[in-house]
Nanobody, 134 residues
């Protein structure tokens, strides 16, 4: 059974850091593109970062998080991480990890929100809440 499980969300003050984890079961995560997306209430999901398999070596960040967020993977744990530093109140959202075809990072649709034809993600985790507030 394919499953993605996120963890690591919580409440943090502006300027603080959090690390989210996404652990896959039922398949090998490194065979697919992996993305982190976020969604505010009443809004469509938008892509934060897209990372291809290790063999392709492509990582693309949304402009809003460049220099602050870093995606990484531990293939031995079938897990992908999102290190979030210098957090801002506008980063408050529910964060989801997602997997898609290996070439998903090469199309702009991964960024969303709500692109024509849909986003390229096949599976999503259940989401984890990140709240940045003083």
């Amino acid at each position: 059974q394919v499953q993605l499980v996120e963890s690591g969300g919580g409440l943090v003050q502006p300027g603080g850091s959090l690390r989210l984890s996404c652990t896959a079961s039922g398949f090998t995560l490194d065979n697919y593109a992996v993305g982190w997306l976020r969604q505010a209430p009443g809004k469509a999901r938008e892509g934060v970062v897209c990372m291809s398999s290790s063999s392709d070596g492509i990582t693309v960040y949304a402009d809003s998080v460049k220099g602050r967020f870093t995606i990484s993977r531990d293939n031995s744990k079938n897990t992908v991480y999102l290190q979030m530093n210098s957090l801002k109140p506008e980063d408050t959202d529910v964060y989801y990890c997602a997997t898609g075809p290996p070439l998903a990072c090469g199309v702009s649709a991964w960024r969303g929100p709500a692109p024509p034809g849909g986003m390229p993600w096949d599976y999503y985790g259940q989401g984890t809440q990140v709240t940045v507030s003083s």
